[in-house]
């Protein structure tokens, strides 16, 4: 039955708050992922003991804020954050009115073809501090940019068999016209039903969308476009818990046979720990049915198989400046460059070591770190300067109040991600390590922007403005000027 036109709401019917809609969402995603991949229910009782551990060992709550920001339960114990890759304009489109549902807005751009994958993307994440203390989840989404791909034919068969696909369901299309009809909100039973069918453009398929023949045709030329191109639906690529200690909980991994990426991708372990560190359990083996070819009976499918899905774990660490970035990405090019002259390919930990000793020159002071403007921070009021009195005719150093004690500062906790430790990711779980097509292609802002409908935010502002807010609070609650 077709859905029906824009239903109508009786006055004084309530809406589901869209914070409360993403946690239903999220707990809908995980729990399809566990089933159709167990191994990652085993990830996340694993990465679930190693935090336990963690807070056993740091009793300090203001230790805990330092290092790993907000650990609240509503933060830590849901997944932090998903994968999808899609294949044209449209299913991104589509993508966007989904998530901004479930208050999931586009923040940053990430230009995938630096590491040679045909392909951008963005985050569709919360933005504001309420909603992220809620609910932080956050859908890293990548699209094809289908002009990088060099061969022809690949790129016509890739585009013709995107064409024919329709990875929304009737009913949820009718039910984000519905949602934006209702200026983006959804009544309780009607968000019951977008979870529902939104969890089938995200779920596996075990019959493909092409034959084996055209399956083999693009993956000989990369495994990610028969695994964008080759499917019913933008499968869930990967689901990432947070830990405390990436490097206890890949240690566990190994210790229970999961068999793991070789490295860590992101910066060093570090005392201040900044930005963003990633691993995961390498992509299983999955069975596929493939479509007969043209001429052959269409009940005589093809046994298969295909390789992308895995599990994920991340550590995050502060949020840097774009002074903090600069130094980052200086550092990292310096360590690659060290590699890139050696005789001899370094294993993962010969790398590791490399950068390990480039990165310290990187401050790993808190304090440092601020006074150096490389982070972004919150700052609050102490008991003590909440009873200090302070001369409201003067301005006042931010310096010399958390000199004082009567203010302090927090690390803000980076909600983003990296383009090369997603790239490191993907490849890994891909079965490829070199660059698939020109590494000299130009990002494409525009290009992401006009398939979306909208323009993406900016994550600096985004921390930026958190940053001045909780300075403008401590100055309220100090009744005094506050100078940087």
């Known amino acids: 039955m077709a859905p029906s036109a824009i239903e109508p709401v009786p006055p004084g019917r309530s809406w589901v708050d869209r914070d409360d809609l993403r946690t239903s969402f999220t707990l809908a995603m995980s729990a399809m992922y566990k089933s159709e991949v167990p191994l990652y229910g085993d990830l996340v009782r694993i990465v679930d003991n190693v935090n336990k551990s963690t807070f056993g060992n740091v009793l300090d709550p203001k230790v805990l804020a330092m290092r790993f920001g907000d650990v609240s339960s509503t933060r830590l114990d849901i997944e932090r954050h998903g994968a999808i890759r899609l294949g044209t304009a449209h299913e991104l489109r589509t993508i966007r009115r989904i998530f901004a549902l479930i208050g999931l807005y586009p923040v940053g751009y990430y230009d995938l073809s630096a590491a040679g994958l045909p392909m951008h993307a963005t985050c569709f994440r919360p933005t504001d501090e309420k909603s992220l203390h809620k609910n932080p989840f956050r859908v890293f989404t990548s699209v094809l940019r289908p002009e990088l791909i060099n061969d022809r034919e690949a790129r016509r068969l890739a585009l013709s068999l995107l064409s024919k696909r329709n990875i929304f369901s009737d009913e949820l299309t009718h039910l984000l016209d519905l949602g934006e009809a209702q200026n983006g909100r959804l009544t309780p039973e009607q968000g019951r039903r977008f979870v529902l069918e939104a969890m089938k453009t995200f779920s596996w398929h075990e019959t493909a969308a092409s034959s084996h023949e055209e399956y083999q045709r693009l993956k000989s030329e990369h495994p990610i476009l028969a695994d964008i191109a080759c499917f019913r639906s933008s499968h869930i690529n990967h689901l990432t818990p947070r830990t405390l200690c990436i490097t206890s909980a890949q240690n566990r991994m190994k210790k229970e046979g999961l068999r793991v990426k070789d490295k860590i991708e992101g910066p060093p372990a570090r005392s201040c720990p900044i930005l963003l560190r990633q691993t995961s359990f390498l992509a299983i083996e999955e069975p596929v049915k493939f479509l007969p070819e043209t001429g052959s009976p269409i009940d005589e ?117 990296l383009p090369l430790s997603a790239a490191g990711i993907f490849q890994s779980n891909l079965g490829s390590k070199s660059p698939l097509r020109d590494s000299q292609a130009s990002p494409d802002v525009i290009g992401i922007e006009e398939a979306l409908g909208m323009s993406v935010g900016d994550p600096d502002e985004i921390y930026r403005v958190a940053q001045e807010k909780s300075l403008i609070n401590c100055a309220r609650n100090l009744g005094i000027e506050i100078c940087m």
Request: proline share 3%.
């Open 301 to 417: 499918l093809v046994q298969g198989s295909h390789r992308a899905r895995f599990g994920e774990i991340e550590e995050r660490g502060a949020a840097v400046t774009p002074a903090g970035r600069k130094l980052y990405d200086e550092l990292l090019d310096e360590a690659m460059t060290i590699a890139a002259r050696l005789p001899t390919e370094l294993s993962a930990e010969g790398f590791d070591a490399v950068v390990e000793s480039v990165f310290e020159k990187y401050p790993d002071d808190w304090n440092e770190l601020r006074r150096l403007n490389l982070i972004y921070c919150t700052f609050k009021v102490t008991s003590k300067g909440t009873e200090a009195r302070l001369s409201s005719t003067k301005y006042h150093q931010l310096s010399e109040l958390l000199d004082q004690g009567l203010v302090e500062a927090f690390p803000m906790t980076y909600e983003d991600f």
